[in-house]
């Protein structure tokens, strides 16, 4: 089992900034890909940004030029950045991992960390 250990949401006005932090643990495992999915009051939950193990990026249309996502392949930690924070920013924020565990495939969801922007 791959645990996901996320940190770094909070309360900020527009116009700030915040750096979400999720770190990956198990044994016997390799993650392919790591991302930020975010989920609003009465919305989907929808991606936000996502990184491969290539580092091969990819950023939902709303987040493009504000967020940045990063990650450290020996400590299994990626990093979100988010500048600019808006309003419709505020949604509780998931990390996801896919990878291998063992021979098999496996996805693995954070508790989940609240990020609220004030206007």
Excluded: H
Excluded at 31 to 41: C, F, L, S
Excluded at 49 to 74: M, P, Q
Excluded at 89 to 113: F, H, I, K, P, R
């Amino acid at each position: 089992q791959v645990q996901l250990v996320e940190s770094g949401g909070g309360l900020v006005q527009a116009g700030g900034s915040l750096r979400l932090s999720c770190a990956a643990s198990g044994s016997g495992f390799r993650v392919n890909a790591m991302g930020w999915y975010r989920q609003a009051p009465g919305k989907q939950r929808e991606l936000v940004a996502l990184i491969t193990s290539a580092g091969t990026t990819n950023y939902a249309d709303s987040v493009k030029g504000r967020f940045a996502i990063s990650r450290d392949n020996a400590k299994n930690t990626v990093y979100l950045q988010m500048n600019n924070l808006k309003p419709e920013d505020t949604a509780v924020y998931y990390c996801n991992s896919l990878g291998l565990l063992g021979w098999s495939s496996y996805e693995s969801w954070g508790q989940g960390t609240q990020v609220t922007v004030s206007s």
